[in-house]
């Protein structure tokens, strides 16, 4: 497949030029010629040397991560920047780019994947984000304790052995849940609004435990990189399904 038919592809799928006013991320082809062959696909959550050279050793044309190298350009070409870069021009590898468009496409995204985990039912988008959102909320077709959310999530999720934290202030069963993954908690007065019992994301922050605890919601920290690996591997299978080889790196932070 040619590059340039890859990268369009990608791009139609998740409604990349959508986000383009919402992310400070450069989402789409970040690094890469305008055309070239495209054979082998790696996937990681985190666009580092460590996952470039890995995609390398293993002679893949791209790499798609969720977490790219440009946030609002690039000032300079030197230190740890240059470092990350040269693996990709040395081994002649391209890197494409989901970031925002990842956490909130309703099917492939994280949020999705997410609330596949937690067999959420009647969804809708939720986060708003501008004119897009970047999460999901829904039912459980059984409600869980908090503990058995934490337990559930633990199990599932890509932690890097840590536990699945939670600000447990809502109520004994919980139904009505909304997630956003990554550094979410800034939507938590969206979620009170929504009358849903919990937030799940991946990372908290000190002002959230007196503002959930005051409104009487569960927040479920489950990490940040844990709640991010759905949907690179969702990506991953459709790109599989394109007929192309691929290859997935783990890197979890434990954060």
Not at 29 to 58: C, K, M, N, W, Y
Not at 200 to 217: C, W
Request: proline share 3%; charged share 25%; with cysteine.
């Amino acid at each position: 497949m040619d590059l340039s038919e890859f990268v369009t592809r990608l791009d139609e799928k998740l409604r990349t030029d959508d986000y383009a006013d919402v992310d400070a991320s450069a989402n789409g082809l970040q690094i890469g010629p305008d055309s070239g062959e495209v054979d082998h696909v790696a996937f990681a959550v985190d666009g580092v040397a460590a996952t470039f050279d890995r995609a390398a050793d293993v002679d893949a044309d791209v790499i798609v991560t969720h977490h790219g190298l440009s946030w609002g350009g690039f000032d300079r070409i030197t230190g740890r920047t240059y470092d990350r870069i040269a693996p990709l021009i040395e081994n002649d590898l391209a890197l494409y780019v989901s970031h925002l468009p990842l956490d909130g496409h309703q099917e492939l995204g994280n949020a999705a994947g997410v609330a596949d985990v937690l067999g959420l039912e009647d969804r809708a988008p939720f986060g708003e984000l501008g004119p897009e959102y970047i999460g999901q909320r829904g039912t459980a077709a059984e409600s869980y304790t908090i503990d058995e959310l934490c337990t559930h999530l633990e199990t599932a999720l890509e932690t890097g052995d840590q536990p699945v934290q939670s600000l447990a202030f809502g109520p004994d069963e919980i139904e009505d849940v909304a997630v956003v993954t990554g550094s979410g908690t800034d939507w938590l007065d969206e979620a009170i609004d929504a009358d849903v019992d919990a937030l799940v994301t991946g990372e908290g922050k000190q002002n959230v435990y007196h503002e959930a605890r005051e409104a009487g919601i569960h927040v479920v920290l489950a990490g940040h990189y844990a709640t991010e690996t759905l949907g690179v591997r969702a990506l991953q299978e459709l790109v599989d399904s394109w007929g192309l080889e691929t290859s997935y790196f783990e890197l979890p932070t434990g954060l």
